[in-house]
């Protein structure tokens, strides 16, 4: 019975092949003609060079991560732009909109500005910048994999940020692999993880916003001691115990050769 069913299948393909067109039927990507890829990339070059303004934008709702800041691209309300916004920041929640072959616009989905170029490079978020040149950006995958957006209009100017997050003013070099042009477009409802790095606020102390807190494991639950001698464990400190705990520990060996043995293993802490 099943031998029956998959002849029948394999006869049912072989019709379907002998039907469809010599071009379908054998021709792909891989050997596509000469003469078919010449007048597909001049085509392409065309239509690369010029807005579509019938077809449907298609649109990607990202969070575009500035990898000189290490955060997200932030268009803000009173039509500031910058690139301190924290992984899930309302503000920080963009929208690309497809405009051609390699063109793009870039929006706020919450404050609805386009992100757009002035003729001295700077960046400037614009309400009515859907169809402008200076709105437009062609973006291009680097050979480390980062994206990075070049003017349409002003084709020498790309978007940067400093390490703070400021805009800057950045013609295009020779020279890649600049830290400020380059970005990852992360989905929205994926979560960024980080570790190890610390992050500061304005005005405020350092904090490690994503990295989990250590296991700490207090001896007063495991050893039968006093309260005055406390000790506690991390992972990343090894051992920090107080000088009478750990003679407490050691017994009566010698005191010089137990700080002897501590410092060549590199392991206790004397407190």
Request: hydrophobic residues 35%; proline residues 2%.
């Amino acid at each position: 019975m099943a031998l029956g069913v998959n002849l029948s299948w394999a006869l049912t393909l072989l019709a379907l092949h002998s039907l469809l067109p010599d071009g379908l039927a054998e021709d792909s990507d891989f050997n596509q003609k000469p003469e078919e890829k010449k007048a597909f990339d001049a085509y392409y070059k065309n239509q690369r060079a010029k807005s579509d303004t019938k077809s449907i934008a298609f649109r990607r709702f990202i969070q575009l991560y500035s990898r000189n800041s290490g955060r997200h691209v932030r268009i803000n309300p009173n039509r500031s732009i910058d690139a301190i916004g924290e992984d899930g920041d309302k503000y920080a929640k963009l929208v690309i909109e497809s405009v051609n072959f390699g063109r793009v616009r870039i929006r706020g989905s919450v404050t609805d500005f386009y992100l757009c170029v002035d003729k001295k490079g700077r960046l400037r978020a614009r309400k009515r910048g859907k169809w402008r040149g200076n709105c437009e950006f062609t973006d291009r995958v680097a050979d480390n994999a980062y994206t990075e957006f070049t003017s349409v209009k002003y084709n020498k100017s790309l978007i940067a940020f400093s390490r703070r997050g400021r805009p800057r003013a950045v013609i295009s070099t020779v020279k890649g692999g600049v830290k400020a042009v380059q970005f990852i477009e992360r989905a929205s409802n994926i979560r960024l993880y980080r570790a190890g790095r610390k992050l500061r606020k304005r005005g405020g102390k350092g904090i490690d916003l994503y990295r989990r807190k250590q296991q700490e494991i207090n001896f007063m639950s495991i050893l039968p001691l006093k309260p005055s001698f406390k000790a506690k464990v991390c992972s990343r400190n090894h051992e920090i115990l107080t000088l009478k705990l750990f003679e407490t520990l050691m017994g009566n060996l010698n005191l010089k050769y137990a700080r002897k043995a501590v410092r060549d293993a590199a392991i206790l802490t004397i407190a």
